[in-house]
């Protein structure tokens, strides 16, 4: 079982900056592919990034290219988003994201999950 709270959400002007994180809870953090998605009010949740078990691999969706960067700390038992250059477009709730893997990849798809947060507000006026 993991579980997992993210913080770092707020209010930020177009242009801004903001670093999201997710703290896990439970054991074998490290046995774990992580990912971050969004939903904003109406539209579908989606991916965002994602990063492997090991942190080797990464993925981004092709709006957060360039502007969004995952990482881990498996130390501490947390994932981060760090978002640059914000844009009101980026409005949503993030949510972080665990599965059980070996496999060494990064996944996009909601179903390949098993335990989600309950998300943060990020805001982004223009």
């Known amino acids: 079982q993991v579980q997992l709270v993210e913080s770092g959400g707020g209010l930020v002007q177009a242009g801004g900056s903001l670093r999201l994180s997710c703290a896990a809870s439970?054991?074998?953090?490290?046995?774990?592919?992580m990912g971050w998605f969004r939903q904003a009010p109406g539209k579908e949740r989606e991916s965002v990034a994602a990063i492997s078990w090991s942190g080797g691999a990464t993925g981004y969706a092709d709006s957060a290219k360039g502007r969004f960067t995952i990482s881990r700390d498996d130390f501490k038992n947390t994932v981060y988003l760090q978002m640059n250059n914000l844009k009101p477009e980026d409005t949503a709730v993030y949510y972080c994201?665990?599965?059980?893997?070996?496999?060494?990849?990064?996944?996009?798809?909601?179903?390949?999950?098993?335990?989600w947060g309950q998300g943060t507000q990020v805001t982004v006026s223009s």
């Open positions: 439970g054991r074998s953090f490290s046995n774990y592919a």
């Open positions: 994201a665990a599965k059980r893997d070996n496999g060494g990849g990064y996944y996009y798809r909601r179903s390949a999950y098993n335990y």
